[in-house]
């Protein structure tokens, strides 16, 4: 894994990151709305940062349903990319990702503007990320 993506899978909006090893740096990237022209969008940023794995977060503690969509999501995904796609536990990382903005150097507004942008979904994303390289992947797609 030179460049992997990760993702926090929504019902409306989707988180993404990126992590590159050469500089073991975790960055977030962008939220994107959750519809029909996702999948086009993500094979677009794929392809503009080079990505080789993709990692997508699951939840564990929420219901079945929920489950059920990001796995089927992860496998549309895992059809189309030709590098790896792993599913991560992805319980509580949004937590994380509130106490990574509470507690950084931001001032409050500037906080309270990336949580109304949805950029709280991509610091998600980089939670997921980095779950994977602590080696608590689930399995691949």
Known sequence: MKVALG???GTSK???AIYYKANDIYLPLKTIKNSKDMLEELRHIITEYRIDSVVVGVPNKINNELNAKVIAFAKRLASSFKGGVYLVNEDNSTLYAKDMLLYSSRPTKAKLKLKNEG???SFSAVEILKRLRENN???SV
Request: aromatic residues 8%.
């Open 119 to 121: 950029s709280l979904d």
């Open 7 to 9: 993702i926090d899978y």
């Open 137 to 139: 992947a689930l399995s």
């Open 14 to 16: 989707i988180g993404l």
